[in-house]
């Protein structure tokens, strides 16, 4: 069993669309939690922590629960500039290593 | 936010050649940095964790003579690809953690594209 699953997409959606991207991990050690996206060829950019009681940030919600070891990450009026692939990671271990997913590709169309 | 400088972006070689690509935190102390490697349409793969002052910690499956870490300064860690072959071309990032700021995140270099010829 992979440490993190995502549905690897691609989601096609139209502007404006809201769109949920869900995630599981299996170290039940992780103690933080971050969505990050990523451009084709490029670096990962932190989207957002991701912390138990939820939490938002402008268009992007991001939920977890601890117990079925679930990320959620949704995005409203979703924009051409979302196009990206959206990577769950949980860090664990006293070195807070990071484990990504493989992630999950989304492309915002006019 | 805090910026992770790598360079260089681009690297071309001749097999068997040794390549050194660095990772300079610009305007934090990371007494922790690591080095992830990403095939085309996979996962980023953590290599090792460098730790300054003492020796880096490689994940299962990373040849530690094969890639030399350095981790001199709190500001500089080095990847040094040791006799390069084609089945090292990959993507090389590196990130620091901010141990003063908030230590659960990680900043990412701009990454390395290393083609073995």
């Known amino acids: 069993r992979k440490e993190v699953e995502q549905d690897p997409g691609p989601f096609n959606v139209p502007e404006g669309a809201t769109v949920a991207f869900n995630c599981t991990y299996s170290?039940?050690?992780?103690?933080?939690f971050f969505w990050y996206r990523q451009d084709c060829r490029k670096e990962p950019k932190l989207l957002m922590s991701v912390y138990s009681s939820g939490n938002e940030d402008g268009r992007f919600t991001a939920q977890l629960n601890r117990a079925s070891q679930y990320i959620s990450l949704l995005i409203r009026d979703s924009k051409l500039s979302d196009s990206a692939t959206y990577l769950c990671?949980?860090?664990?271990?006293?070195?807070?290593?990071?484990?990504f997913g493989s992630g999950t590709q989304l492309t915002v169309l006019p | 936010g805090a910026v992770v400088s790598q360079h260089p972006s681009w690297v071309i070689c001749k097999s068997g050649t040794s390549v050194k690509i660095e990772c300079r935190s610009l305007d934090f102390q990371a007494t922790t940095m690591f080095w992830y490697r990403q095939f085309p349409k996979q996962s980023l793969m953590l290599m090792a964790t460098?730790?300054?002052?003492?020796?880096?910690?490689?994940e299962q499956g990373v040849e530690k003579d094969k890639f030399l870490i350095n981790h001199a300064s709190l500001t500089l860690s080095t990847l040094t690809v040791t006799s390069a072959h084609p089945e090292d071309s990959s993507f090389y990032i590196c990130s620091a953690r901010d141990v003063a700021g908030d230590g659960n995140i990680q900043y990412f270099g701009a990454g390395t594209r290393l083609s073995v010829l």
């Open positions: 990671v949980p860090s664990s271990g006293s070195a807070r290593q990071l484990t």
């Open positions: 460098s730790n300054e002052g003492s020796k880096a910690t490689y």
């Open positions: 170290n039940s050690a992780s103690q933080s």
